[in-house]
């Protein structure tokens, strides 16, 4: 997997991150990373981690990597450690392991889009006019991208420290522009439906990141893990977002081998109809050794109170959420 270099510890090393990895991948490379914090500090940032400014910079840094191919915390002078950033209950450590489980929770949805990328070809990162071509803002925008089909992300790239605030915290915050492309959107955080074709100023906290989901998406989330061996796919929320048909493709098997190369996988179609509020849930296809003969999927559709547990065995089923 290619990553930018040994890149220096800056705002606008933070910030050219974005354009390049994403034309990178439009040369037809799916897979980009880099080394998140930077890979030399020490010159902007002699204290390290040490450095509430440092701290500030690897949080975003961190955020961005997230919605990368690998997730990938690397660098010389500066531990990165999650610890080294202080203990729980510390601004800089709860954001930074709220950030990494969310990689973990976001593993089906990752893990299930890097095989539509092998079986159909496809990127991990994709800039706005792949899949907007016709809208003129998308065509340039260099500062936010789809991670897979569904997720629109708009790294946050400047200081709050510049804006003139002085501590570290939870509360303050930056405003950010971001453009949402025709359709509605659903803010990740926060369940709120945007209207799209249209720029949004928004304001976010440290802990807070610009993600927008698609309308139509189906969204598998896993519970948080230690580390991804032991992680299964056997408990999933299922997060319907509302407005339009959609469907996701389940991909699972033995994870930690190349028996998939032998067909040694299943997959699981979800479809959602919107105007019936229905979700059908195809039979499984394929096996694996190691298999979970039943999921629970844990459906809840955005915006509504509409939730529903179910236990799934393998055969089709039909879902109405009212």
Do not use: C
Not at 26 to 54: Q, V
Not at 179 to 195: A, Q, V
Not at 206 to 226: D, V, Y
Not at 238 to 263: A, C, T
């Amino acid at each position: 997997m290619v990553w930018s270099g040994d890149v220096a510890s800056s705002w606008k090393t933070l910030k050219d991150q974005i354009p390049a990895a994403l034309n990178y991948t439009l040369s037809g490379m799916p897979y980009w990373n880099a080394d998140i914090g930077g890979f030399f500090s020490s010159r902007n940032y002699p204290k390290g981690n040490k450095d509430l400014l440092y701290q500030e910079l690897y949080i975003r840094w961190l955020q961005f990597g997230l919605f990368t191919g690998m997730m990938r915390s690397h660098g010389t002078d500066t531990p990165r450690e999650i610890y080294r950033f202080g203990k729980p209950g510390d601004v800089a450590f709860d954001v930074i392991k709220e950030y990494i489980g969310l990689r973990y929770r976001l593993q089906p949805y990752i893990y299930s889009t890097a095989w539509a990328i092998t079986s159909e070809n496809g990127s991990l990162m994709r800039p706005l006019v792949m899949d907007y071509p016709q809208d003129k803002v998308a065509r340039d925008l260099g500062s936010e991208y789809l991670f897979g089909n569904s997720i629109l992300v708009a790294p946050v790239t400047d200081s709050i420290f510049a804006k003139g605030v002085l501590a570290l915290d939870s509360v303050s915050t930056i405003s950010q522009n971001i453009y949402l492309p025709r359709g509605d959107w659903y803010s990740f955080d926060t369940g709120e439906k945007i209207p799209g074709g249209q720029w949004v100023q928004q304001s976010f906290t440290l802990n807070q990141m610009p993600i927008f989901i698609k309308a139509g998406t189906i969204l598998p989330l896993a519970n948080e893990a230690q580390y991804s061996s032991i992680q299964n796919f056997q408990t999933l929320n299922i997060r319907v977002y509302p407005g339009k048909d959609g469907s996701f493709e389940l991909y699972e098997d033995e994870g930690d081998n190349y028996n998939y190369e032998q067909g040694k996988y299943s997959t699981i179609k979800f479809s959602w109809d919107d105007k019936n509020r229905t979700l059908t849930i195809d039979d499984r296809k394929g096996s694996f050794e190691g298999m979970p003969q039943n999921h629970l999927f844990n459906i809840q559709v955005m915006g509504t109170m509409n939730k529903k547990a179910i236990r799934y065995n393998g055969t089709k089923m039909i879902i109405r959420l009212y």
